[in-house]
């Protein structure tokens, strides 16, 4: 029973997550004249990728990025947290409670990239000079790379968090966190204006992505029943 709810809600994500990622294919689109940006984000990104390829991967710190994601999240929902630990090989939060949001969260927040943003906006508030924002993207492309890559890296590996909530209701939330990530932080860090017309896209772009189901069910419906009159 438990199985089968999970892929109900997978399949009740599935027009969010296309509306979410029409939206997110809007937002870039309209950011390709931000090229500033997106040149110093990709020297941050081809950086690290080459760091990932020909050092060792510093997997230690990705698992404490990973629990610790988890700890926040679970904060966000009101848990307690019991205990953390890490390691190269592995790690394990306990919290007071959990729920999808929360086991699948280091899948799509980039812990590292938000507190590099963090911490750079700190510094921009008492000290401004012109080779900040260059610094500022190329870190944002390295971190978020960082992210991108020893996710990949270890989802070769069966995780617990992704069974645990099954395949299907996992990759709905992980492609649909990741979409909205792009849809929220992209307009901001292009200089396109706050995420609120891109979200409402979402919603105007999931609006008709179930039109267009309803319209392809009924069709295959209507097509069903000819098919069986046609039989008799």
Do not use: C
């Not at 944002?140 to 069966?158: D, E, K, N, P, V």
């Not at 204006?193 to 009924?218: C, K, Q, Y």
Request: positive net charge; without cysteine; charged residues 10%.
């Amino acid at each position: 029973m438990l199985r089968f709810l999970r892929g109900l809600a997978a399949l009740a994500l599935l027009p969010i997550g296309v509306g979410a990622t029409l939206s997110a294919v809007d937002v870039l689109k309209g950011s390709g004249r931000a090229m500033e940006f997106w040149f110093a984000f990709g020297a941050g990104g081809a950086a690290w990728i080459l760091v990932f390829t020909l050092l060792p991967k510093p997997l230690w710190l990705y698992v404490v990025g990973h629990e610790l994601t988890h700890a926040i999240w679970g904060l966000l929902f009101g848990a307690r947290i019991k205990s953390l630990r890490a390691t190269s090989k592995g790690g394990q939060v306990v919290l007071s409670r959990s729920n999808t949001v929360i086991a699948l969260a280091p899948y799509f927040f980039p812990f590292y990239t938000i507190v590099f943003a963090v911490v750079m906006f700190g510094i921009r508030l008492i000290w401004k000079h012109p080779w900040m924002d260059p610094l500022f993207h190329f870190g944002l492309g390295m971190t978020y790379a960082f992210h991108a890559t020893l996710t990949l890296w270890i989802l070769r590996i069966r995780q617990s968090d992704i069974t645990g909530e099954g395949y299907l209701l996992s990759a709905a939330v992980i492609w649909l966190g990741n979409v909205l990530t792009v849809v929220v932080a992209v307009p901001i860090l292009t200089g396109l204006g706050p995420p609120w017309e891109p979200l409402h896209s979402v919603f105007l772009n999931t609006g008709r992505s179930v039109d267009l189901m309803i319209h392809a069910v009924s069709a295959l419906l209507h097509r069903a029943e000819l098919l069986r009159v046609g039989w008799r």
